[in-house]
């Protein structure tokens, strides 16, 4: 099984609208690695998160806001024989982002970028409670880093 890199921005972005969620990974309090699943947007290179106004991961943010968001779709298990266990692998699309959070504060930006995160997962129009908006954490990551793989491909499939 092969792995390819895959550097098209057309198919980089449609492995990540494909993807329920994202995973996040920050740094704890103790300077250990921290992994959460969170809900997304995604525009022109950034990706939008959003959290509770405070708690531990906003703190954890705050103190180190770098951080490393993957994307990873198409999970098939594929296998070259049968028989010989180190043939199996699992076929998939990953892309690995890393930037720097910044909370995003102003009013019109949270309700223009809530409109994004709710575009990702449903058609319906929504509105927000002013309190909802003034209490919702909106994470803003530009990113400075993006990689994309294509695993478990068999040698017919490579082109």
């Known amino acids: 099984m092969k792995t390819i890199t895959i550097t098209d921005r057309s198919q980089i972005e449609d492995i990540i609208r494909k993807c329920p969620y994202c ?20 525009e022109n290179d950034t990706i939008y998160l959003h959290s509770g106004p405070e708690g531990s991961k906003v703190e954890m943010v705050a103190r180190h806001p770098q951080v490393c968001i993957t994307f990873c779709e198409g999970h098939e298990l594929v296998y070259m024989h049968k028989q ?30 809530l409109d994004l995160l709710m575009k990702q997962y449903t058609d319906n129009a929504c509105s927000y409670a002013e309190p909802a908006v003034r209490n919702v954490k909106i994470w803003e990551v530009k990113v400075d880093e993006i990689s994309c793989k294509s695993f478990g491909l068999r040698p017919s499939e490579l082109k």
């Open 23 to 42: 995973t996040v990974g920050i740094i704890d309090r103790e300077g250990n690695p921290y992994v959460i699943p969170m809900n997304f947007a995604w």
């Open 84 to 113: 010989i266990a180190c043939s199996y692998s699992m076929k998939s699309r990953s892309v690995i982002c890393k930037g720097k959070v910044r909370f995003i504060e102003d009013m019109d930006e949270k309700r223009r970028i």
